[in-house]
Structure formats: C-alpha cells, structure tokens
T-cell receptor, first 115, second 112 residues
Framework: AQSVTQPDIHITVSEGASLELRCNYS??????LFWYVQSPGQGLQLLLK??????LVQGIKGFEAEFKRSQSSFNLRKPSVHWSDAAEYFC?????????????FGSGTRLSIRP | NAGVMQNPRHLVRRRGQEARLRCSPM?????VYWYRQLPEEGLKFMVY????????ESGMPKERFSAEFPKEGPSILRIQQVVRGDSAAYFC??????????FGPGTRLTVL
C-alpha cells in the first residue's frame, strides 16, 4: 500500500535562510509525486509535481524538489525563504498504474518563519 | 476559467441533521475527488467520481456518507445524521485526467 511520511511536524527557519522539507514514500513502483502548500483556512495549492523525466523538478514560488529513487524520497527545497512562505506543506503520492487515482497525503510539515 | 468551487464555505449543523456539500469542478474536468481534513492532520481520501459513476469509494465511511456526480450540476457529498466527529474541512478536487488534481477552497463543517 502507498504511504507518505513527513518526519518533521514543525520547522522554523529565519527569513532568507535555506529550507529543506523531507518526504519519504512507500510504493511498489515509481509513483506520481506532489508537493502542496496550504495557508491557514485555505485550500491546497500545487507547488510542483513529478511524473517522469528529470528528477529535479522546478515549481512555483522558487521551490524545487528532487526525486531520489534509491532513497524513496522527494524532498522540497528553497534557497531563501520569505515570510510569506509560512504555511503547511504536504507531500503526496499518486498511484501510477491505477484507474483509481486517489492521492495519498503525508501528515504535513508546518513552516514558521523567524523575522 | 474559474477554479474549483465549493459551497458553502462554512456550514454549521446540529447533531442528527443532514449536511450537503457541493463542488463544481473546473470547466472541462470530468474527474472529481473528495477529501476530509481533520484538525492538525493531512487530507484523507474519501471518494473518486466521474460523471454519474463512483470509481473508488474506499475512503468513505460505510454509513451516513454518500457522494454523487450527476450528469448535470455539481458533485454532492451528503452526510446524514451528522455527529460531532464529522466536524472537519472537506475538500473537493477536480482533474481533466487522472492524477493532476486542482483543489477547491474547502467547506468547513462544524457540528454542534
């Protein structure tokens, strides 16, 4: 069965510092991988996705993520965070070879920005 | 092209009442998904529908919950005889093809 683990519940970084949010998945083959961001009281916005090809994926708002098959990871990175990046971040996995294309979400990482 | 629309945004019900949550997918999208988010948790898949068909309802509670996506009109998530544990944010997503999902703003259900 698919599963997603985000080991960090809450991370605080200083504005301008670099960021890496960890994500590990469990799936029998190469899944579809996503990162979403959720601001308080809001819906989810897709930051980036990996379907195939280049394992380094560029997303919106200056975010990128790298798919590492050997580590079953899809960590999200940003070289310099802004105060507006404070939000909840969800890693998610979708089944590649299933007609039932539900997405399985991790439990999320809350990002706080220190001024 | 308007995004995924959900209404109401906030819904308050007393225990035992019915809750109806509506989702209008993006234009041209024929796949709809419902997710539930409990406080301080991630989203949990509930059901996946295409027009007039339920494709995967493996995440739906066995009782009181139902979903439909008729040929015309929005998708409806219906919760009968609500209980306090149903209080959550319910998100709808739509996609033109499987896997690439666009999320609505959610409906926050509070059961008193």
């Amino acid at each position: 069965a698919q599963s997603v683990t985000q080991p960090d519940i809450h991370i605080t970084v200083s504005e301008g510092a670099s960021l890496e949010l960890r994500c590990n998945y469990s799936y029998g083959a190469t899944p579809y991988l996503f990162w979403y961001v959720q601001s308080p009281g809001q819906g989810l916005q897709l930051l980036l996705k990996y379907f195939s090809g280049d394992t380094l994926v560029q997303g919106i708002k200056g975010f990128e993520a790298e798919f590492k098959r050997s580590q079953s990871s899809f960590n999200l990175r940003k070289p310099s965070v802004h105060w507006s990046d404070a939000a909840e971040y969800f890693c998610a996995v979708g089944a590649r070879y299933s007609s039932a294309s539900k997405i399985i979400f991790g439990s999320g990482t809350r990002l706080s920005i220190r001024p | 092209n308007a995004g995924v629309m959900q209404n109401p945004r906030h819904l308050v019900r007393r225990r035992g009442q019915e809750a109806r949550l509506r989702c209008s997918p993006m234009k041209g999208h024929s796949h709809v998904y419902w997710y539930r988010q409990l406080p301080e948790e991630g989203l949990k898949f509930m059901v996946y529908l295409q027009k007039e068909n339920i494709i995967d309802e493996s995440g739906m509670p066995k009782e009181r919950f139902s979903a439909e996506f008729p040929k015309e009109g929005p998708s409806i998530l219906r919760i009968q005889q609500v209980v306090r544990g149903d209080s959550a944010a319910y998100f709808c997503a739509s996609s033109p093809v499987p896997h690439e999902q666009f999320f609505g703003p959610g409906t926050r259900l509070t059961v008193l």
